[in-house]
């Protein structure tokens, strides 16, 4: 089936600095991919959508100069979180649709830690 | 925008018994798709089980079924002779499927609810 491979899966970072989270598609191409911020004991709060070769769209609320989304090739797309601060440590998801389009394949996360 | 509930929290069913998770979401389209997701300890979000709405039979995957009234907008979900590896998060989704008619289908987004923790008691 369809694999999405997120990395790291966690991540500890001083305030201020950046760090990146790469999803790849192992086996298919993922033109959109979809990123998520959860939180302990809730649900995914989608945070953009990126499109292969063109900007992400980001929800309402959600800063697009401290979440820099890149999707610069078919199997590839990176979320940055700049300048980070402890109010930004989160698990992060991210999900591309499966080769079916009629579902979703999802990266195992990444737990983000500010200090 | 679709919006989707799950009312229960939390729910605990005793191992090889059954346990029923309630969803209901708000939609004016005709064509959807909904899913269960299930969310272990270690976070991986994993499909359960998918329904067409177009589809009048309800899905069932193994020990997981639903139970679809797309007049009433319900999508349950029954586990059956529980186990104490379905102990988890079980996320209820909706997803348009108005997109696909233009070859946009990729970038519908799913709707999830807030979730449902399920604890198997040995």
């Known amino acids: 089936g369809a694999v999405v491979s997120q990395h790291p899966s966690w991540v500890i970072c001083k305030s201020g600095t950046s760090v990146k989270i790469e999803c790849r598609s192992l086996d298919f191409q993922a033109t959109t991919m979809f990123w998520y911020r959860q939180f302990p004991k809730q649900s995914l709060m989608l945070m953009a959508t990126?499109?292969?070769?063109?900007?992400?769209?980001?929800e309402q609320g959600v800063e697009k100069d401290k979440f820099l989304i890149n999707h610069a090739s078919l199997t590839l797309s990176t979320l940055t979180v700049t300048s980070a601060h402890p109010e930004d440590s989160s698990f992060y998801i991210c999900s591309a649709p499966d080769l079916g389009g009629n579902g979703y394949t999802f990266g195992s996360g990444t737990r983000l830690t500010v200090v | 925008a679709q919006t989707v509930t799950q009312s229960q929290p939390e729910m605990s069913v005793q191992e090889a018994e059954t346990v029923t998770l309630s969803c209901t979401y708000d939609t004016s389209e005709s064509d959807y798709y909904l899913f269960w997701y299930k969310q272990p300890p270690s976070r991986q979000m994993i499909l359960v089980i998918r329904q067409e709405a177009y589809k009048q039979q309800n899905a069932t995957e193994n020990r997981f079924s639903v139970n679809f009234q797309k007049a009433a907008k319900s999508f349950s979900l029954k586990i059956s002779d529980s186990q104490l590896g379905d102990a988890a998060m079980y996320f209820c989704?909706?997803?348009?499927?108005?997109?696909?008619?233009?070859?946009?289908?990729?970038?519908?987004?799913?709707?999830f609810g807030k979730g449902n923790q399920v604890v198997v008691i040995p």
């Open positions: 990126s499109n292969e070769g063109s900007k992400a769209t980001y």
């Open positions: 989704a909706y997803r348009s499927a108005l997109l696909r008619r233009w070859g946009h289908d990729g970038n519908n987004r799913l709707a």
